[in-house]
């Protein structure tokens, strides 16, 4: 028998979880459910950002997405909640055609991951990969150190730092947090009830 | 291990998985134990503080079995479960907060590369996983179907969320000490003796550790930011529906975060594993080829470790039962208004000190500046003390476990 | 049991990936409530996120990769995302006080 390979099961196990929450947010009715089943599917695809060797960007995941955006999203699903479990449902006719419309995606972005022939599984599991931190964190200061160990002459003046996109992202983060402050301040209600924290 | 018991069982993936299982287990078991132990110390802190003696009876003279035999009681009541309660998730809410609480033991080193999983981020990671155990509050409070619960679950999401904040922010002055966010490697850097330890690298870093702590124990709702429990406000909080069983697996996940918070103070700012002074460098231990006399080295740095890490929570045990408990408002301002500009001025200053003292202003330390030549993606050359770091997230190994190591 | 046994590649990664993203897809144009149609869009960002990282992997394409690129994408895609999550979040509670409900079949004042 040979040897099993514990990075497929891993990998395996991580996407079922993902992929079948995903679906499970789809079909359940209930608000609350599925922000849980959210939170479950992002955790997973964390595990299968570790298992591809992007360590930061899974712990990345873990902490702005699952433990910030989610925790966003569960609050705002509980100051809208009028009745504890309240369910909305969706018309019949419209989960036919969305079904029709994303069966019919999926089939084209299926073939189009599993035809091309230089994105199929190798046969030989090379060694880890070696990226650290310290790669991102210089490239993100604007020195793609990573360009050392490139090969081609072209890719390597390809290569551009990322200090720019850097800096756009933090005065954004600050105009979002402002925008978002003043948008949700507190003002008088139409039909109030007596929601306060 | 693997390798060890491959040779005994035969399916390889059956001997795989059996090691997976045992050194799963034994870091269940140090959480699990841990928190039975801390129940029983927090008992008998908070019964001195207040001039009584604590648990005395069960186990003989100072009560130490006294948890196992609230354990037992706790195992035998009436499984409740309120009538408007969404059952899943109400079953589910505290399984979420140990898990959150028990992955960050993965990244945790206990001893000179005696981790379960190396990871290059593992200080990112461990705050990262750490902010997860808010979901099994809000949850358990949600589907409570009840206004109490409720309140105290948005209450503690709303103070955890805030703190990660200033906790990020702190944890970040000794990484830029460091310069990487290894905590092996963290922790290689401090050997010797104690005055190389980051908390007295500098006056701005010495701030940060206070810091660090005030919001660890906000992070972990330990008094006296524990307006989520608040017994005399809120009946429970966020567990007043939950009873039995489910109730200890709260407390544990609570106490299993103290320890790991307090577990990250140590290695970050008192030097982990490496004692005041290298008595195993001393002793030529450490160095020696012989593996016994490295697992001895090895097993008096956890000693260490651990020692650290329960005078942590002994700490936050003892600034319970001294202050009072802050209202919601005052722990808002104590975050936004004390700890984040304060954590802030510390990392600037700890910048500058950096950049005008590289080489440590008395005292010599052994990790410098960057040197002429030196390659800025490698860890720093090893010392006597420590063994060479690798340079990858993990070595090169036979099997394709992702980061699993075994001790040996 | 051949999956057991043999490696992944990123065809792999991209199959999940368009799992995630036709949810994703589907949450979004079927959901009534505006926090279900949030929570679409996460999960449409977080699949082609797991294409990036795909892509970017050392590890699963030794030679072809398009490195630190793929990881560096990502990072900005949670970024943006999170602030993205927060003014819609923002909106839908405005709309919430406005009109007591977060139905968006119920947002249809400026309708024809």
């Known amino acids: 028998m040979e040897p099993i390979n514990w990075h497929s099961v891993f990998f395996m196990l991580f996407s079922l979880v993902a992929c079948g929450f995903s679906l499970a947010v789809v079909l359940t009715s209930n608000i609350v459910r599925m922000a849980f089943y959210l939170v479950i599917a992002l955790a997973a695809t964390s595990g299968l950002f570790f298992l591809a060797g992007a360590d930061f960007v899974g712990a990345m995941q873990i902490m702005i997405y699952v433990g910030g955006t989610l925790v966003l999203l569960i609050f705002g699903v509980m100051l809208t909640a009028k009745g504890p479990f309240i369910n909305m449902k969706t018309a019949a006719g419209e989960w036919i055609l969305a079904t029709i419309v994303g069966g019919s995606l999926f089939v084209v972005l299926l073939s189009a991951a599993t035809n091309v022939p230089s994105w199929q599984a190798l046969d030989e599991r090379p060694a880890e990969a070696q990226v650290t931190a310290t790669r991102l964190g210089m490239a993100l200061m604007g020195a793609r150190v990573d360009a050392l160990e490139e090969a081609d002459p072209v890719t390597r003046r390809g290569l551009s730092g990322y200090l720019l996109p850097f800096e756009i992202v933090s005065v954004h983060l600050l105009v979002v947090l402002i925008g978002a402050a003043y948008l949700a301040r507190p003002k008088k209600r139409a039909r109030g009830s007596a929601d306060s924290l | ?408 | 049991m051949n999956i057991f046994t043999e490696p992944v590649g990123v065809s792999h990664y991209l199959v999940v990936g368009a799992v995630m993203f036709v949810a994703g897809a589907v949450c979004m144009a079927t959901k009534r409530n505006a926090l279900g149609v949030l929570m679409g869009i996460e999960l449409v960002l977080n699949g082609a996120n797991v294409n990036f990282v795909a892509f970017g992997s050392q590890y699963l394409r030794p030679g072809a990769n398009i490195g630190l690129d793929g990881q560096l994408i990502a990072l900005f895609v949670i970024v943006l995302a999170a602030a993205e999550a927060a003014v819609a979040l923002a909106i839908t509670l405005n709309f919430y006080n406005n009109h007591s409900t977060v139905d968006v079949d119920q947002a249809d004042e400026l309708k024809g």
């Open chain 2, 1 to 408: 291990m693997a390798e060890f018991l491959r040779n005994y069982i035969s399916p390889d993936w059956l001997a795989y998985a059996i090691a997976a299982f045992i050194q799963a287990f034994l870091l269940v078991n140090l959480v699990a134990v841990g928190a039975l132990v801390f129940i029983w110390l927090e008992r008998k802190v908070s019964g001195r503080i207040q001039d009584r003696l604590g648990p005395t009876r069960v186990g003989g003279k100072f009560g130490w079995l006294q948890t196992l035999a609230d354990g037992i009681k706790l195992v035998t009541k009436e499984d409740l479960m309120p009538a408007g309660a969404d059952g899943m998730l109400f079953k589910l809410a505290p399984y979420v907060s140990f898990c959150a609480s028990y992955a960050a033991y993965l990244a945790l080193p206990l001893a000179n590369d005696w981790v379960s999983a190396r990871l290059n981020v593992a200080v990112f990671f461990i705050i990262a996983v750490l902010g997860l155990e808010v979901f099994g509050v809000i949850l358990a409070g949600y589907a409570s179907a009840s206004k109490w619960s409720l309140f105290g679950a948005m209450r503690e999401a709303a103070q955890v969320v805030s703190y990660e904040v200033p906790l990020g922010m702190c944890v970040v002055v000794p990484v830029l000490i460091a310069g990487t966010m290894d905590l092996v490697t963290i922790g290689q850097m401090q050997s010797g003796l104690f005055i190389n330890w980051f908390v007295f690298h500098d006056p701005f870093t010495f701030i940060t550790f206070w810091v660090y702590f005030t919001c660890a124990t906000a992070s972990v709702n330990r008094a006296p930011f524990d307006l989520a429990e608040a017994e005399s406000e809120l009946v429970a909080g966020f567990h007043t529906e939950y009873s039995g069983l489910r109730w200890s697996i709260f407390f544990m996940a609570e106490y299993g975060s103290m320890f790991a918070v307090s577990g990250l103070a140590a290695i970050l700012f008192f030097g982990g594993w490496n004692g005041p002074f290298p008595i195993t460098h001393w002793l030529g231990l450490a160095d020696s080829s012989n593996p016994l006399a490295h697992y001895v080295a090895n097993f008096l740095g956890m000693v260490n470790m651990m020692g650290k890490c329960i005078f942590g929570v002994t700490f936050m045990m003892w600034v319970r039962w001294t202050l009072p408990r802050l209202r919601i408002d005052q722990v808002m301002t104590t975050c936004l208004k004390y700890c984040t500009p304060i954590a802030a001025v510390a990392f600037l200053g700890a910048v500058l000190w950096t950049y005008a003292f590289p080489g440590g202003l008395l005292i010599p330390t052994n990790y410098g500046p960057v040197r002429e030549g030196q390659m800025l993606l490698e860890p720093y050359p090893p010392t006597a003390y420590n063994e060479a770091p690798p340079s990858g997230i993990a070595q090169a190994s036979t099997t394709h476990e992702r980061g699993e190591r075994g001790t040996d």
